[in-house]
């Protein structure tokens, strides 16, 4: 079933320009993951902000959580060409003998 | 290179073919995963393995047999598929189900 889902859809930037994408999900989580995928490649793991967390930084990376909400977000800052890609956020629940689920993604292409 | 190796890359099999694809990861990794990502679709987790036990089978059809002989190699067997089974098919693995995950490149399956 799916747990997390991604706000927007697409988005469109120039480069240099900040990227901000939203995630949103429904029951409560151990931690929260992003991740980058490349047409038709593997998912790459970018930053995981546990529970009790609530901002975290990697890089050109900002990603907040806020449990109440049931929320999330990735900032990417100063953004360039090579940033196009799907960004999708995952979920570790403490429920037994689960993985992470994944939401639809966030499809950025950046131009320069 | 994340570590997770799949083969093949690309796969074009018939309705009454049998395959097979294979998973290799030699870090370590405890649990291991298959996903399928289809078009406009979020990843869909198929199955989990955790110290080589399945457990977790999101429900799926039968004609999907994993096999998990040991800890470092994952194995999904594939038997009278349907066109609607074309996917990109990822393996994925993590040194527990709350950690970050590392993925392979993905098998790309076209049933036809």
């Known amino acids: 079933s799916q747990q997390g889902e991604e706000d927007p859809q697409a988005l469109s930037i120039q480069e240099g320009e900040n990227a901000t994408m939203n995630c949103s999900y429904k029951?409560?989580?151990?931690?929260l993951q992003w991740y980058r995928q490349n047409s038709g490649r593997g998912l790459v793991h970018l930053i995981l902000?546990?529970?009790?967390?609530r901002e975290k930084h990697s890089g050109r990376l900002r990603v907040t959580l806020d449990t109440s909400k049931k929320s999330s977000s990735l900032l990417i800052t100063a953004s360039r060409a090579a940033d196009t890609a799907s960004y999708f956020c995952?979920?570790?629940?403490?429920?037994?003998?689960?993985?992470?689920?994944f939401g639809k993604g966030t499809t950025l292409s950046v131009s320069s | 290179e994340t570590g997770v190796t799949q083969t093949p890359r690309h796969l074009v099999m018939g309705m009454t073919n049998k395959k097979s694809l294979k998973c290799e990861q030699h870090?370590?990794?405890?649990?291991m995963y298959w996903y399928k990502q289809s078009a406009k679709k979020p990843l869909e987790l198929m199955f989990v393995?955790?110290?080589?036990?399945?457990?977790e089978n999101n429900s799926v059809p039968s004609r999907f047999s994993p096999e998990c002989p040991n800890s470092s190699h994952l194995f999904l067997h594939l038997h009278t598929l349907q066109p609607e089974d074309s996917a990109l098919y990822l393996c994925?693995?993590?040194?527990?189900?709350?950690?970050?995950?590392?993925f392979g490149q993905g098998t790309r399956l076209t049933v036809v």
């Open positions: 994925a693995s993590s040194p527990d189900r709350f950690s970050e995950a590392f």
């Open positions: 029951t409560s989580i151990n931690n």
């Open positions: 902000i546990r529970s009790n967390e």
């Open positions: 995952a979920t570790a629940t403490n429920q037994a003998g689960t993985a992470l689920i």
């Open positions: 870090l370590g990794h405890n649990a």
């Open positions: 393995y955790s110290l080589e036990e399945r457990v």
